[in-house]
């Protein structure tokens, strides 16, 4: 198939890149020019394992990376929007994007083509961009739009893609829908073909739910604090329950990213754009924010004053295998740190770079041995892997004190107990303090 894919960002980029390993050609488009210059020679913009080699594998024979929307779309049939729709100020989903892409593609059709939402867009957006490119284009080529959702995770976006749990395609002509369907035969995947509205709602259901089980399980755990219940043991019990499942009940500093914060206040609006008060949404995201609240309370009473106090912080990005920073808990609670007179050294395997960007008045070190050299705390905000690897007792001679906070339960209270460390987790029952 000729495919364009317009947006290299987070999803755009693994998208076009997927597309071209399957065999079709395809023309990433962006506006940022730098982005495909750096993207002609085969640099990455981000960091997504596993994306590197299928761009060195596909570039210059099926992969091209251009800012010229209009050859582009005259060299395709199938056009995928995937720019970004970031939240407004009041959370409403902002659409511009996907409205110049639109236009831009409706001014350059020069034969029947099919145009995809890849991007998270508000429910009769499909309807929206039909009407721009009716108005937008000569009236003597016909069209179809195609919702498209992604479902990838950032970290494991190319995996995500080979392998998806589903593909959903919403239509209202199904033989676009059923062309559409063709490009994913090769992935035996699971497809849903549907209408428009429906497709636009299965993605914003679907990242709505997963929050809401994040913040379910988040209060459980904050009651396991006062109860002294362990929220792990308290999932492994649930889990058994297949109606129930293990998955996505990990207790912590709560969701951040791209995603979730962005589609549950999304769908809030979307809900009074159409005379509908979701009651249960904004409590998810509310208990969301107070996550990061609950943990520098623990910071709190790990360090008493923080006045003149040193904590490390193990892990920046949002969650592990990513570089991305958009509403990391690490964000908002390393600024509160500081503002109180902590010195904060951070480490992150692969986001510092990101994080330098507007993460000031931090030490930046190499490791994570290195933030912990004279730490009063040692604060674990992402679950990266080597966290879970560390030498405690090349750490005990390293801090200034034996002390944990645990953002992401990644370590067990009895066994940090035994290494002389205390320990505060999210929901571990009573914290063991040396
Ligand atoms: C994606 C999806 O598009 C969004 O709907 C979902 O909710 C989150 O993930 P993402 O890929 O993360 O968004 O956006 P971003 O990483 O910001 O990349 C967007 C890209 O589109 C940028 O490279 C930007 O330069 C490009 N862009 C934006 C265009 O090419 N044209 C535009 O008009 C606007
Ligand atoms: C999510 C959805 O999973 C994906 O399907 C959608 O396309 C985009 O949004 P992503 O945001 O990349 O993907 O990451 P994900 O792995 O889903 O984690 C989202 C957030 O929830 C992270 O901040 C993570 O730390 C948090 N999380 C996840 C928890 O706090 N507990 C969990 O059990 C799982």
Known sequence: MRITVVGTGYVGLVTGCCFA????????????????????KGVIPIYEPGLEEI????????????????????SSDFIFIA?????????????????????????????????????????GMGDIVTQIIQKNSSKKFSFDVVSNPEFLREGSAVTDLFKPERIVIGATSRSAAHKVA???????RPIVITDLKSAEMIKYASNAFLATKISFINEIANLCDQVGADITQVVKGMSYDSRIGGQFLNAGLGFGGSCFPKDVAGLVQIGRDHQFEFRLLPQVLEINRDQRKQFLKKVHRALGSLKGKTVAVWGLSFKPNTDDMREAPSVTIIPELTAKGVKVKVYDPVAMPQAKLFLKNVKYCKTAYEAAQGADAVLVLTEWNEFIQIDFQKLKKMVRKAVVVDGRNIYDPQQMAEKGFSYYGMGRGKPFIF
């Open 83 to 123: 720019v970004n729709t970031p939240p407004g100020k009041n959370g409403e989903v902002d659409i511009t994007h996907v409205q110049e892409a639109a236009k831009g593609i409706a001014r350059n059709l020069n034969g029947y083509k099919i145009i995809i939402n890849k991007s998270t867009v508000p429910i």
């Open 55 to 74: 761009v060195k594998r596909n570039r210059n024979k099926r992969l091209f990376f251009t800012t010229d929307l209009a050859k582009a779309v005259h």
């Open 182 to 188: 063709e490009i994913y035969k090769p992935l035996y």
């Open 21 to 40: 390993d399957l065999g079709n050609v395809v023309t990433c488009v962006d506006v940022n020019r730098k982005k495909i210059q750096e993207l002609r």
